[in-house]
């Protein structure tokens, strides 16, 4: 698996010349219901979608959480004299924050890093930090087949969708993101820290908790299947 620590000085300067990065950025803002003030960046890395967010959204409150050190660190570098952001250690297993705290949940390429034995526990923290009726914003790379770690169509879907998007990231100037998309290929194939599902097997898992209303958003080109789950909580306590 990637050092998440070692990648946090280069992040920026990888994806921000990915297209299909900065459209899924701007597509999840597209999201945002008015009156939303309380937003949890869940795997926040350096900051990029709660930049948009501030920028976006004046009366913004937005906090990051992120389980790498040194994504944290590039994070409150940006963020030291905005006083509406803050920052903190946490997972999407572990959000160290109060229940209902927060009005919308975002999260972007972070949450396929979850294994599919947490899931569950994943959307019961989600579920838990959101006020009643609040939301979830989740942007992140899906598959389209589902299926055992080594099954022939798994693969070949996966091998297809990351090495088309390295190529269309190669064509846009993208040459650093390239190089790590293709460095992730074989963590995905093994599923070591990578573990991408189908928007189908997550939209299961988020009804359990009570998760409702949902919308799927396809972020372009479709056929890397990044896409954004819009859902809301349930709205009884």
């Known amino acids: 698996m990637l050092d998440w620590d070692d ?4 992040y920026d300067r990888d994806f921000h010349k990915d297209p299909a990065y900065e459209s899924a950025l701007q597509l ?3 999201q945002v219901e008015p009156g939303d003030r309380r937003f949890l960046d869940l795997g926040c890395g350096t900051g990029n979608l709660t930049h948009r967010l501030i920028r976006r959204f004046p009366e913004a409150r937005v906090t990051g959480v992120d389980p790498s050190k040194g994504m944290r660190n590039v994070f409150s570098r940006k963020f030291a004299d905005v006083s509406r952001v803050r920052v903190a250690d946490g997972s999407s297993l572990d959000i160290p924050f109060d229940n209902g705290e927060f009005d919308c949940v975002m999260s972007n390429l972070a949450i396929h890093h979850v294994k ?3 899931r569950e526990g994943c959307a019961a923290e989600i579920t838990r ?23 022939p169509a ?41 573990y991408p599902t189908t ?12 998760f409702t209303d949902f919308n799927i958003v396809e972020v372009p080109p479709e056929r890397f299947a990044l896409r954004i ?5 349930h709205t009884t306590t």
Do not use: Q
Not at 131 to 150: K, M, Q, T, W
Not at 229 to 233: D, G, L, S, T, V
């Open 28 to 30: 999840m803002l597209d």
């Open 154 to 194: 798994r693969k070949r879907d996966t091998i297809e969708r990351l090495t088309g998007w390295a190529l269309y990231c190669l064509e846009h100037g993208a040459y650093e993101k390239m190089l790590r998309i293709l460095e992730t290929i074989p963590f995905d194939l093994k599923e070591d820290g990578e």
């Open 129 to 151: 930090v959101l006020r009643p009726g609040g939301h979830l914003i989740y942007s992140d790379r899906f598959c389209n087949v589902e299926g055992p770690a080594g099954d």
């Open 199 to 210: 928007v189908e097997t997550w939209k299961l898992i988020l009804e359990r908790p009570g």
């Open 116 to 118: 599919p034995d947490d």
């Open 7 to 10: 990648f946090s000085e280069t």
């Open 229 to 233: 789950i819009c859902c809301r909580r």
